[in-house]
């Protein structure tokens, strides 16, 4: 096994690329929407500023030029050298390191809105950092073998009749979970104590069964008794055409032998299931699984073919430690081995091998044929075409592997021919490797949808991870929320896919390393992968160098807060917020630290006036801190502690996502995605818009309380106050048309549900934005058994009222831009279900199975005209108002 373990080269490296300066260059190469020239304000020292212009090619080096020019020209000292200064960010660490200036996000997201984009000239602060050696020190040579014994026989080499066979021993330390099944109504109620204990065997690989599943005859025991079973399970799986991630699942399932049972439909009794456990059949040292195993259970559920493949190590001494099934695989003479694949190396790979005599190959295994007929034509378009959620029939299955040569030329088409390959055929699966290395390349969007649970082979796995490779900083920092929600699909804690993202964050570690830190903390907490993050962490933390410092100085900050969250929660209401800013002002903060939020952002303490507890179930904390640039504002977050973040992160990060898309096909809908980050377990922060209030509160203020819900005017007199020029209103409702059609659109198409007035912003400038998704994919909220939302998203008469209603060349402009949004989006709709597919794992209540996942395709323009009618929406609001006053 090639084991992750810190080298002093690795911490070298780490070292090295903290010899840069966070940069953080926008990953979109368009620029047709950029002004021909605009002006940048540079702080030239504490008490100048200059407006320098600055074009679409200027340089950095060209600005940094200017500004030292212009220093020298207004102090007559021209002793500062180019190569020891550097532009900097105002407010932020964050600079302008080569390149052109509109490369940069900071420089466009002042462009985009209108913002002044505002730079510091200060010191370089890498030249006065000592000289690293440029020789890295050889790593330490691994103490442990990494591969299979030399006396050992291949797997396949191994008869056909030999088939997979399991011995089910025993099991013990059952009495708390059959307790617990004793005093469940849900498991049949009340019996004699005297229960019916069998255990079913299946074996899977990306969680299609490679076998009809197995299960021992019935051991009768109660409480104080462990069953015993020594029975042999028979399988119908040849141990020869195990594949390399096949898996054995074991279910622990449990009816009353006595009293009275659940029944089904039919008038059986029903079983339950006691716990379950998983194992890889090849071993990380590429051994076939043997002799005897004792393997601790996960509580209560069936048994996941996808879920964690190892055995419940979890220790509470507070709890009873859980059950121990025993179970025995048969032994050889010599270890059985799973040979080497061969390395991913196009120039030296060598041709597929040719396809098995028809006597040779097994049911279902199909060799190419000849081109296929038009009709087939049709018919492999047309499942090429379907998206990732539609499962292929077996005929469809038959047809693509029948003519995986013709459509090889389709990078769409993989994914359909790995799910069509038939894994447990060691013939069909050396055929899929190597059309692998002949197969056009797909982009490493397009390559993303290999990492989900169902292409379960490692060389498949990794072959994706090569493409993901190529994708700039910028790019995986957006996919890291993805991939490490992957990474629980690994058949093992070393490979390919955390090595890449071990690397790419230490060589990023502003962006990368940041990201995975915070996204690998934030489910620690999960007993059936912290042994796994609790690993990548550990290796991310001895090798990332200055940045380890960074991080646990936001781990303290967090923990600190943490504390007081908790201690105000569980004040009286009238107290809380007195409380609040005793403890902010008892807390001994480091002088210095980032925010996990950004950490481009760094802080020197809490401006504890300004500070503040929301007015919501888990009173989430207002808190304002100091910026560590002099020049910059404060830093406003909300911290949360017992709401879980991670469906907030996602729904953001896919509105980002859309932004992205939108801007590429010059389509500026002026979205405020702001930053959100689950740092523990219901724990994170989330960015705070300022100079913005809900639209509640503006119905209030400028609709007249509870029956503002119904006025049409309120929006409209809001911008007003806000913008008294009639230039400044257009533009507000310019702002506001762009920024109403992106969010409708990006709500619709996620199936945001809980929309009313509370979660609903505008801002003074017009930008309209919604918070807090705690409902998506059509998981909508009821009130007294109706469902509150039945518009398909928030487009109400007030807001069509800012917008001049029907008619108003405002409101077509707008309705134009939700077309144009929505097809844009059509476009990319098998991406957006890959990011929803890849977030399975996570756990999120409203994200568990594939039916979870839709996508809407109705024609938009009738949806407009569905939810301006819709008075849903404006009650809705109005019980809001009424519950909040």
Not at 65 to 80: E, H, I, M, N, W
Not at 427 to 435: C, R, Y
């Amino acid at each position: 096994m090639r084991a992750l373990r810190p080298t002093e080269a690795a911490a070298h490296s780490a070292a090295a690329v903290w010899r840069h300066l966070p940069t953080f260059r926008c990953e979109s190469q368009n620029a047709s929407w950029l002004p021909e020239q605009f002006t940048a304000t540079v702080r030239l020292s504490d008490e100048m500023t200059k407006k320098l212009p600055v074009d679409a090619a200027t340089t950095v080096d060209a600005l940094r030029a200017k500004a030292l020019a212009a220093y020298a020209k207004a102090t007559l000292d021209d002793s500062r050298p180019a190569h020891l200064m550097c532009l900097k960010v105002v407010g932020c660490d964050e600079y302008l390191d080569g390149g052109i200036v509109v490369s940069y996000e900071y420089v466009r997201r002042c462009l985009r809105k209108g913002a002044e984009v505002a730079l510091s000239l200060v010191p370089n602060p890498l030249a006065s950092l000592p000289p690293l050696s440029s020789v890295p020190p050889q790593p330490p040579q691994p103490a442990l073998a990494s591969g299979p014994p030399s006396c050992s026989l291949s797997l396949y080499d191994l008869p056909d009749h030999l088939k997979l066979r399991v011995e089910i021993i025993s099991a013990e330390r059952l009495r708390s979970v059959l307790a617990a099944a004793y005093s469940s109504p849900r498991r049949g109620g009340a019996c004699s104590g005297v229960w019916a204990l069998s255990v079913r065997l299946g074996v899977y690989h990306g969680g299609v069964p490679l076998c009809d599943p197995v299960e021992t005859p019935a051991a009768i025991c109660d409480e104080g008794s462990n069953p015993s079973w020594s029975a042999s399970l028979q399988t119908s799986l040849p141990l020869h055409h195990i594949p390399r991630a096949a898996r054995v699942c074991f279910t622990l399932c449990a009816r009353p032998a006595g009293g009275r049972a659940a029944r089904d439909d039919e008038g059986a009794a029903t079983s339950c299931s006691l716990g379950w456990v998983s194992m890889m059949l090849v071993g990380h040292d590429e051994r076939l699984a043997n002799g005897t195993h004792a393997l601790r259970l996960w509580p209560e559920e069936s048994a996941n073919p996808i879920g964690c493949n190892l055995e419940n190590a979890t220790f509470d001494p507070s709890q009873p430690e859980p059950p121990v099934l025993f179970v025995a695989f048969d032994r050889f003479a010599v270890p059985v081995v799973m040979p080497p694949d061969e390395e991913f190396d196009s120039a030296s790979a060598p041709e597929p091998p040719p396809p098995m005599p028809p006597r040779a190959r097994r049911p279902g295994s199909l060799a190419a044929g000849a081109l296929p007929s038009t009709q087939e034509v049709l018919r492999l378009k047309r499942i090429i075409e379907q998206d990732p959620l539609s499962p292929l029939s077996l005929d469809e299955k038959e047809l693509v592997w029948r003519h995986r040569e013709f459509v090889s030329s389709s990078p769409e088409a993989l994914s359909k021919l790995l799910e069509s390959c038939k894994w447990d055929d060691r013939t069909a699966v050396a055929e899929a490797h190597a059309l692998l290395r002949k197969w056009a390349v797909p982009s490493p969007t397009q390559a993303l949808k290999l990492l989900d649970a169902k292409f379960a082979d490692p060389q498949v796995r990794a072959y994706a991870v090569e493409r993901l490779g190529e994708m700039s900083d910028t790019a995986l920092a957006e996919l890291v929320l993805q991939l490490t929600q992957v990474l629980k699909y690994e058949s093992r804690h070393d490979s390919a896919l955390a090595r890449l993202l071990l690397r790419r964050a230490l060589r990023c570690p502003h962006q990368v390393g940041h990201r995975f830190f915070w996204a690998l903390k934030a489910e620690m907490h999960l007993p059936e992968v912290s042994e796994r993050f609790g690993l990548l962490l550990q290796e991310y933390l001895r090798c990332c160098g200055p940045h380890r410092e960074k991080l646990l100085l936001q781990s303290r900050v967090e923990q600190s807060l943490i504390a007081i969250a908790r201690a105000v929660q569980r004040e009286k209401k009238s107290e809380r917020i007195a409380l609040l800013r005793q403890k902010l002002s008892e807390t001994e903060l480091p002088p210095r630290f980032q925010l996990p939020l950004d950490p481009r952002i760094e802080c020197t303490g809490l401006v504890v006036s300004k500070c503040r507890c929301m007015d919501s179930k888990k009173v989430p904390l207002w808190l304002v801190f100091s910026n560590a640039d002099p020049q910059g504002t404060d830093v406003t977050v909300m911290f949360k502690c017992g709401d879980d973040l991670r469906q907030d992160a996602l729904t953001m990060q896919l509105i980002r996502s859309m932004e992205r898309k939108w801007e590429a096909e010059d389509l500026d809908l002026r979205l405020s995605p702001y930053g959100v980050v689950a740092t523990g377990d219901e724990v994170g922060f989330i960015e705070i818009v300022l100079n913005s209030n809900t639209t509640a509160n503006i119905t209030k203020e400028y609709g007249g309380g509870a029956s503002g819900a119904f006025a049409k005017e309120p929006m409209a007199h809001y911008l007003r106050e806000h913008n008294k020029s009639e230039r400044e209103y257009a533009a507000a409702v310019e702002t506001f048309a762009h920024s109403l059609a992106g969010y409708c659109v990006a709500t619709y198409v996620l199936g945001i549900g809980d929309r009313h007035n509370d979660n609903v912003m505008l801002s003074k400038n017009g930008h309209l934005f919604h918070i807090d998704f705690g409902h998506f994919l059509g998981n909508y909220k009821s009130k007294f058994g109706i469902k509150r939302e039945r518009a398909p998203f928030v487009f109400t008469p007030d807001f069509a009222r800012v917008l001049g209603d029907k008619g108003h060349s405002d409101y077509e402009h707008f309705v134009a831009l939700c077309c144009r949004a929505y097809g844009i989006l059509r476009g990319h709709s098998h991406e957006f279900i890959t990011l929803f597919q890849l977030m399975l794992s996570t756990g999120i209540p409203e994200l568990q199975r594939a039916e979870d996942i839709f996508w809407a395709a109705e024609h938009f323009t009738k949806l407009i005209s569905a939810a301006l009618s819709s008075r849903t929406t404006q009650v809705n609001n109005a019980v809001h108002i009424i519950a909040h006053s």
